[in-house]
T-cell receptor, first 113, second 116 residues
Framework: QQQVKQSPQSLIVQKGGISIINCAYE??????FPWYQQFPGKGPALLIA?????SEKKEGRFTISFNKSAKQFSLHIMDSQPGDSATYFC????????????FGKGTKLTVNP | EAGVTQFPSHSVIEKGQTVTLRCDPI?????LYWYRRVMGKEIKFLLH????????ESGMPNNRFLAERTGGTYSTLKVQPAELEDSGVYFC??????????????FGPGTRLLVL
């Protein structure tokens, strides 16, 4: 049973385009939704995160959109650059206890020059 | 500030052998997590330490896996005996333990384990 579903599995975008990755979750107890970026040979690194009390969070070219009623959240990368080529993971967790992260399967993003 | 380090970076062993993975968290981080990513699957939680105590080990697949965190510093994850399905990338992550909501988990580069 996969608690966080992520799509697409892979994404190819031209430089300057918009990259959109979507995630859906099932557990309504989740209250923290981070996105991690992973480059080959490296570990995942926190990119941006959101809590369900806001519907959108923007940091530079990266924006999270959050729809609590639909239990969905997405990552938008504006003006995508070749350096953004990486694997992106959405995740979810809930406060209290271990606060373990539940991850989606990942999206491999390729930005062509 | 040094990040989370893991050793070894790669390990190739035969089925039935024993392997021990090591994780050194960021200094001062009381929370230490182990995760695993099997090829093509999502990154899955294995267990969580708070200092030297196991807070949550609900993700440990079976009793062939043993994790320790002596003295609340570095942690080891031993697989004994290893099976083919144990192959994957094992990540360690650490975070501060404060009253602040959801501290960021910082991940190490992972140990790539291949069981033949």
């Amino acid at each position: 049973q996969q608690q966080v579903k992520q799509s697409p599995q892979s994404l190819i975008v031209q430089k300057g385009g918009i990259s959109i990755i979507n995630c859906a979750y099932e557990n309504t107890a989740f209250d923290y939704f981070p996105w991690y970026q992973q480059f080959p040979g490296k570990g995942p690194a926190l990119l941006i995160a959101i809590r369900p009390d806001v519907s959108e969070k923007k940091e530079g070219r990266f924006t999270i959109s959050f729809n609590k009623s639909a239990k969905q959240f997405s990552l938008h990368i504006m003006d995508s650059q070749p350096g953004d080529s990486a694997t992106y993971f959405c995740a979810a967790s809930r406060q209290g206890g271990s606060e373990k992260l539940v991850f989606g399967k990942g999206t491999k993003l390729t930005v062509n020059p | 500030e040094a990040g989370v380090t893991q050793f070894p970076s790669h390990s190739v062993i035969e089925k039935g052998q024993t392997v021990t993975l090591r994780c050194d968290p960021i200094s001062g981080h009381d929370n230490l997590y182990w995760y695993r990513r099997v090829m093509g699957k999502e990154i899955k939680f294995l267990l969580h330490f708070v200092k030297e105590s196991k807070q949550d080990e609900s993700g440990m697949p079976n009793n062939r896996f043993l994790a320790e965190r002596t003295g609340g510093t570095y942690s080891t994850l031993k697989v004994q005996p290893a099976e083919l399905e144990d192959s994957g990338v094992y990540f360690c992550a650490s975070s501060q333990r404060t009253l602040v909501y959801q501290e960021t988990q910082y991940f190490g580069p992972g140990t790539r384990l291949l069981v033949l």
